[in-house]
C-alpha cells in the first residue's frame, strides 16, 4: 500500500513538474535551445515588457558575446520623444542581465556607445542605445530574480484583498536591489483618491484623441489567429477579461474596425472596464528621476523591469497607467495638475506610474522569437 501511495507521488509531481516547464516557455523561446551565448540574452531579454507590446529592440550581433541594441521610434503620437520607447530598451537590458546571471555571464553595458543622438527617426534608427558585452565570469551568482523570470507579466483585471502595506513595499524595493529612480509609495484610499481620478481622466483623453486612439487600435490585435501570428501588441485578453467575454468583445470590436474603434459606445465601454481597475487599485508606485534625458530613460526602464520581476517573487500584480506623464498637447493641462499633485519640479520626471495589487493570474502576451529581432 505505502508503496503504491510512495509511486503515485511520484507520478503526481513528475507529471506537475513536466506541465509547469511546459508553460515556463509559453509564447517565450527556451534558451536552451541556442547555444551562442548572445542568442541566449536575446531569448532572456524579449520576455520583457514594453510599451504597447511593441518590442522595439532591433539587435546587431557583433560576436558570439556581443550586440548592440538599437530602437525604433514606434508610437510616435503616444510617446512623442520616445521616451517610453528607451524605458522598453532598458526592460530588456534588465531580462539580459537577470537571464545571463544564471549562464554564469556577467552583463557589460555601454550606453549610446556612437554618442547621442537627437530623438529624431533616422538619426535614433543609426546609432545603439547599448552595445551590450557578455563575460564568462566565474565570480558571477544567479540573480536573486532569476526563477521569477517568466512569472512577470502586466496584470490589468480588477485587484482584489488587502491594500499592499508599506513592509510589502520595502520587500519589494529590497528584492530589486539598488535602484536608479526614487520609488514613490501613494497608499490609502483617501491618499490614492485624486491619483486615481487623474489616471481615468488621462486615460478619457488617450481613447478621444483620435491620433492616440487610432495608434492603440494599430497595436490592437483582434483575435486569437492574429496574436499567434504577429506575436506583439495588446488585445482583449490582455485587459484581464477571460472566458466568453473575450469572445463577445472581440465580436463587438469587428476586427478592428475603425468607425466601430473611434465611435461612443467603444469608448464609453472601455472607459467602464477602465475605470473598475483603476479604483480597484491597492497602492501606486511613481518611478521618479532627477532629471529626463534617454540615459535616465533606459535606467528607469532597468528598475522598472526589476521592480516588474520581484514583484512576482512576493505575488503581487501591476498595471501601468502612464497616460497623464505621455507628451503632446492634448495632455498637458492635465500633466501639470498631476506635476503639482505629485510634487515634481523640473527637471525631474515621473518616468512610470503603475498601480499595484492582488489579482488572479491572466492571459500571457505573446512574443516573437529570438532571430525575428536581429537585424539583417
Ligand atoms: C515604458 C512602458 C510603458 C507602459 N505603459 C503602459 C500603460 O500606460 N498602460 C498599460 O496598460 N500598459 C503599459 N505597459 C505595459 C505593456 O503594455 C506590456 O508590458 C506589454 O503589453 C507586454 O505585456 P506583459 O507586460 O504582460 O509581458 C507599459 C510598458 C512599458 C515598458
Redesign the pocket.
Known sequence: MKKKIFLMLVITSVYSFTLLSQNKYEKRANPDNYSAPVMKAITYGL???????TQSWYIDTISSTEMLLYVKHQLPKTDPPSR?IH??AG?FIELVSIGMSNEGYETQVQYFPQGDYTLNAYEMAQKPVARIKLVKNASTVKDNLYDYIYE???N?GPYTGEMITPNEFSEMKNLMGKAECELIYISGTNEMKPYLDIFSKAMEIETRTNATNEETRYMFRFNENERSTKKDG?SIP?MGYSGFIIKMAEKSLKNGDSITWHSEKNSKATMKGINKGIYSSKGIILFKTKSNTPLDWVLA?RD?ARF?VAIAKIGIVT?????VIQEYNEMDELQNQFTTLSKINHPEKIQ?IVRIGRARSTY??WRKMPEDYLIK
Open positions: 520576455t520583457a515588457p514594453s510599451p504597447h507590446n517610453q524605458i522598453g526592460c512577470r507579466g502586466t490589468r495588446i490582455q526602464g522598472y516588474n498595471h501601468p497607467y502612464n497616460q512610470m500571457k502576451s
